[in-house]
């Protein structure tokens, strides 16, 4: 029998005006801490916080989803029906979604399945219509910077099926009415998540990952779906001991959910929301650390068949990207991108040599940490032989620079760092140069990248190319 949770405190509100990036970077990137920002979502680069909320009582302005919207098809659950680990989706109309609300409106809450509008991706489906601007803090963004360029994983049937929904981005807006809410979880690939309330108001319970095991069954499969259920003792022994961080979001304000921490949300009021998922430097390690524990338990899961099997290594990686949404190979390609792109723009920045750039300024202090962070894992990786057997080459040097997506990988990272650190004299150049502007592509032309170790001897010859 549940005893009800055990409730430690509040998270943190802070005034995101009166933050500094670097204050960001070390109190809850780096520490991986949540926090509430307040003070971001200005209205006048906000259109969501105007055109989307009814005034002067805030709340969503159902009829313009409607007429400007309408024929999207959007995801919508059932919170009172459970399929699985998640809650049961059905594919509609926004504009029968919103059908579904105003009827609700009219007869109250004593309905048992509550529609929530989840996971639409209004940025990729929208682009003309800018309905946010993603706060700085939130902007070294390589998750989403990647998919506006490449795709994640392009030949498994998972794919084919998942490529126009689910692959395309992660960012997405949230609309459900007052009794809807999320089960327990923790984020696809452990990422950051940012979540903006435009109108409404949610409560959120949080778990810090050292005490996730606690919400799992003895065998670490499965995990309590509602907090507030009865959870059974017997199933779940830990559970009362899991020690609870709370919060109550209110319009205007953004909260910061860190990697990995296993949270629960409910609508206390209609409520709409933006939310992007999204890693970089700081929780890299994170995304490695769930691959390798997600292929691992692959493996386990089809080991009886190892004897039998041509190619088990090449199972339990489609299992994984399958399951958890990219592989190995997937993860490395990735990586080995952003390598690229960090280090093109290192050497850039490098080969200026004015006033403000070299070591000490804080973009190449980023960027260095960037490709340090970028090393360790294929270090890791290296040592646990994680692309054994691949022939394929993830990625060809003269091939990416000839590519058009890369470079517009480059500019915007380099865009983002700049605005970032507000190194403005480097802004115009990464507006419009091309790639072999940016770098003498004669030092970097050098190699194509297989493994890990090909990865690391790249990094280590570039890096001791700069002269900072
Ligand atoms: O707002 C919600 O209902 C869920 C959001 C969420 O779980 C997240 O941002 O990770």
């Known amino acids: 029998?549940?005893?009800?949770?055990?409730?430690?405190?509040?998270?943190?509100?802070?005034?995101?005006?009166?933050?500094?990036?670097?204050?960001?970077?070390?109190?809850?990137?780096?520490?991986?801490?949540?926090?509430?920002?307040?003070?971001?979502?200005?209205?006048?680069?906000?259109?969501?916080?105007?055109?989307?909320?009814?005034?002067?009582?805030?709340?969503p302005n159902f009829q313009f989803f409607?007429?400007?919207?309408?024929?999207?098809?959007?995801?919508?659950?059932?919170?009172?029906?459970?399929?699985?680990?998640?809650?049961?989706?059905?594919?509609?109309?926004?504009?029968?979604?919103?059908?579904?609300?105003?009827?609700?409106?009219?007869?109250?809450?004593?309905?048992?399945?509550?529609?929530?509008?989840?996971?639409?991706?209004?940025?990729?489906?929208?682009?003309?219509?800018?309905?946010?601007?993603?706060?700085?803090?939130?902007?070294?963004?390589?998750?989403?910077?990647?998919?506006?360029?490449?795709?994640?994983h392009t030949d498994s049937d998972t794919y084919q099926r998942n490529e126009e929904?689910?692959?395309?981005d992660y960012r997405f807006v949230y609309m459900g009415v007052k009794g809807s809410w999320t089960p327990l979880h923790a984020d696809v690939f452990r990422s950051y998540s940012w979540s903006a309330n435009v109108c409404g108001k949610k409560r959120w319970l949080f778990l810090d990952p050292s005490q996730c095991h606690l919400v799992f069954d003895r065998n670490m499969k499965s995990c309590v779906y509602n907090i507030f259920d009865e959870v059974s003792n017997s199933k779940f022994p830990g559970f009362n001991e899991a020690i609870w961080l709370e919060c109550t979001q209110d319009a205007g304000e953004i909260i910061f959910v860190p990697s990995g921490w296993y949270h629960q949300v409910h609508n206390l009021e209609d409520t709409i929301s933006i939310n992007h998922n999204w890693f970089n430097a700081y929780n890299l390690s994170s995304v490695w650390n769930l691959l390798l524990r997600d292929y691992n338990e692959a493996k386990?899961?089809?080991?009886?068949?190892?004897?039998?099997?041509?190619?088990?290594?090449g199972l339990c990686q489609r299992n994984l990207a399958a399951n958890?949404?990219?592989?190995?190979?997937?993860?490395?390609?990735?990586?080995?991108?952003?390598?690229?792109?960090?280090?093109?723009?290192?050497?850039?920045?490098?080969?200026?040599?004015?006033?403000?750039?070299?070591?000490?300024?804080?973009?190449?202090?980023?960027?260095?940490?960037?490709?340090?962070?970028?090393?360790?894992?294929?270090?890791?990786?290296?040592?646990?032989?994680?692309?054994?057997?691949?022939?394929?080459?993830?990625?060809?040097?003269?091939?990416?620079?000839?590519?058009?997506?890369?470079?517009?990988?480059?500019?915007?990272?380099?865009?983002?760092?700049?605005?970032?650190?507000?190194?403005?004299?480097?802004?115009?150049?990464?507006?419009?140069?091309?790639?072999s502007d940016l770098v003498d592509l004669n030092i970097m032309t050098s190699s194509q990248i297989y493994t890990p170790e090909d990865l690391i001897k790249f990094i280590d010859n570039s890096v001791a190319e700069l002269s900072i």
């Open 1 to 59: 029998m549940g005893m009800g949770i055990n409730i430690k405190g509040e998270v943190e509100k802070v005034n995101g005006k009166e933050l500094s990036y670097s204050e960001f970077v070390e109190r809850y990137m780096e520490k991986n801490q949540p926090v509430v920002l307040t003070g971001l979502m200005d209205d006048n680069h906000w259109r969501a916080c105007t055109d989307w909320v009814t005034h002067p009582l805030a709340k």
């Open 324 to 435: 958890t949404g990219m592989n190995f190979f997937d993860f490395f390609t990735f990586m080995s991108y952003f390598t690229l792109a960090n280090l093109v723009l290192l050497h850039y920045i490098n080969t200026r040599n004015e006033s403000g750039t070299g070591s000490s300024s804080t973009i190449v202090q980023h960027l260095l940490m960037n490709v340090g962070c970028l090393r360790k894992i294929a270090s890791e990786m290296k040592h646990m032989d994680a692309l054994e057997g691949n022939h394929d080459c993830v990625l060809d040097m003269i091939k990416a620079f000839e590519d058009p997506r890369f470079s517009k990988l480059c500019m915007q990272l380099g865009r983002t760092y700049v605005m970032i650190h507000e190194q403005f004299y480097l802004s115009s150049d990464f507006e419009s140069i091309s790639i």
């Open 300 to 313: 386990e899961y089809i080991e009886d068949i190892k004897d039998i099997c041509d190619d088990f290594e």
């Open 66 to 152: 409607s007429t400007h919207f309408g024929p999207s098809k959007v995801q919508v659950a059932d919170c009172g029906s459970r399929e699985f680990t998640d809650q049961k989706r059905e594919e509609m109309l926004l504009s029968d979604f919103v059908g579904r609300c105003l009827q609700l409106q009219v007869q109250g809450s004593s309905v048992e399945s509550v529609p929530y509008l989840k996971d639409w991706h209004f940025v990729k489906e929208y682009p003309q219509y800018v309905a946010y601007i993603t706060p700085m803090f939130f902007c070294d963004d390589w998750l989403n910077l990647y998919l506006d360029n490449f795709t994640i």
């Open 165 to 168: 929904i689910c692959c395309s």
